[in-house]
C-alpha cells in the first residue's frame, strides 16, 4: 500500500523508526503470511491476506455497490496481500490488477494469486488512464497525507460513470491521540471535500460496524495463520513492531475515536 510524500510513508521524509514500523507492518508481515498460508493450506490464503482491512460483508457490499461484473477489469489500488481482489474474483468474477508500494506484499500476493501486480504507489499509479472498469482502494487513504494526489491518481484511471470503492478509517472526533505511525485520519468532512474535488460523487455510504458479523469459519482461520506467523517469528523485532501499529490502531477503534466507513462513489 515511491515517490514523493506517498501512502503508507514508503519514501516520505521522516523518522527512520516510523519508516521501519511501516515495513514491519506492511512489507516484512506479507512475506511471513504467505509462509504460514503455505504450511496450513490454500482455504487460509483469503482470510488471511484480507486480515486488518475488510470482512466478507464488507467486501460483498462493495462488491455489490459497484455492480462489479464478471470478466471486468478491478484494479485495486493498495492491494496489500491481495486478499480483497481475490474476494472479488471468486465472487465477482473480476480480473484483479494489484499496485502496491511495498515489493514483499506484492511477491506474496502474486504467489498466493497469481494475479498481475506491479510495485507502484496510489498517486502515481502505473496504469493508463480510462483502462479500470472500477477501482478499489482499502484502507489506504489514512496512511498518506496526499489523499487529493491519491485520489486524483484512482480518478485518472476510471472513465466517467465508472465506480471507486473505498474503505476509510475516518477520525470521528478530534484530535486522534496516539495514532499508529504513518497514519492521518480525515474527519468525514474531509474525506467528501477531498473526493469532491478529485472527481467523485459519493453514492453510498455505510459504517463497517453496521454490517453482519464476519464469520466464525473466516475468524478461525485467521487466528490460525496469527498463531503461525507468532510462532515462527515472535522472537522478531519486526513481530513486535508490527503489533505494536496493530495494537495502537485496535485501541482507537474500540474507544470509537476512529471508525471505519465503506464508500461507493462514481467518476464525474
Known sequence: MTGNATERGAAEEGPAE??????????VVAGWTRD??????PDHAVPAA????ASPPALTWLGEACEL???????????????????????????????DPMVGACRAARELFGFPTAAGTGDRLP????????????GVLCTTEAKGALLAALHRVLAPGRPLGLFVLVAERQPVLDAPEGNSFPTHDELARALDVAGF??????????????????????????RAVADAHGDDPRFGQAGEQQERMGRLLGSGAVAGWLLHATAR
Not at 74 to 86: E, K, Q, S, T
Not at 127 to 138: F, K, R, S
Open 18 to 27: 516510523e519508516d521501519s514500523a511501516m515495513e514491519a507492518e506492511f512489507d
Open 36 to 41: 504460514a498460508v503455505a504450511a496450513l493450506g
Open 50 to 53: 484480507c486480515r486488518g482491512t
Open 69 to 99: 461484473a464478471a470478466g471486468s477489469r478491478l484494479v485495486d489500488a493498495g492491494a496489500g496481500v491481495g486478499g480483497p481482489a481475490a474476494f472479488a474474483a471468486e465472487r465477482f468474477g473480476v480480473r484483479p490488477v494489484l499496485v
Open 127 to 138: 496504469l493508463a488512464t480510462g483502462t479500470a472498469d472500477a477501482v478499489w482502494c482499502l
Open 201 to 226: 460523487d459519493v453514492v453510498q455510504q455505510v459504517a463497517a460496524a453496521d454490517l453482519p458479523a464476519t464469520p466464525r469459519s473466516w475468524q478461525e482461520r485467521i487466528d490460525r495463520v496469527e
